[in-house]
């Protein structure tokens, strides 16, 4: 009977995980969310995690605060579920103004702008670099960062034209 079975909560997040080294197209994105739509899904333990092409890593209920805890159980994808894709790899640019005028000193705080610059670019990459925690679960979560940094200058420098992506480890981001 219908009343007997526990009714199942709504899901209001998830977070899947895609196969490494492996491009997952938006349609194939867009099919898991289509055949899983008012289906069951529930996270997969840590220890179960495989090669699968794509990985539930974590599924939040409706209004989920991060001080509260997530009993893993099966929730139900339903059409207003927000569904987070997380990769391996992330590839960045990042452009930045070194044209004379940011050798000017800023009146509010004293400092000359171009020193800002290179302040606001250690942070960005510090925050790139973090692990975080996939809400809702105990995965602590560190992709591969590739950064390309531009440098836009009126000064003729070559070595400004160079780009490339190079994978950022861990290591001291002090200017």
Partial sequence: ?????????????????????????????????????HQTVQATPQEMLS????EVLSVLPPGWQPDEPVVPRPFLIVPSTRVTFLAWQYRFVIELDL??????????????????????????????LRPFRVPGSCIDFQPEIYVTIRL????????????????????????
């Fill in 1 to 37: 009977k219908a009343s007997e079975s526990p009714e199942v909560e709504e899901a209001g997040q998830v977070f899947l995980l895609m196969k490494k080294d492996y491009r997952i197209s938006r349609n194939v994105r867009l099919a898991w969310f289509l055949s899983h739509l």
């Fill in 152 to 175: 836009l200058s009126i000064i003729g420098l070559q070595s400004h034209q160079r780009q490339g992506f190079t994978m950022l480890g861990r290591l001291a981001l002090n200017f």
């Fill in 99 to 128: 044209s004379p005028s940011t050798g000017i000193v800023d009146d509010s705080t004293g400092e000359i702008l171009f020193d800002e610059v290179f302040h606001a670019l250690s942070r960005c990459l510090g925050g790139l």
């Fill in 51 to 54: 090669e699968q092409e794509l």
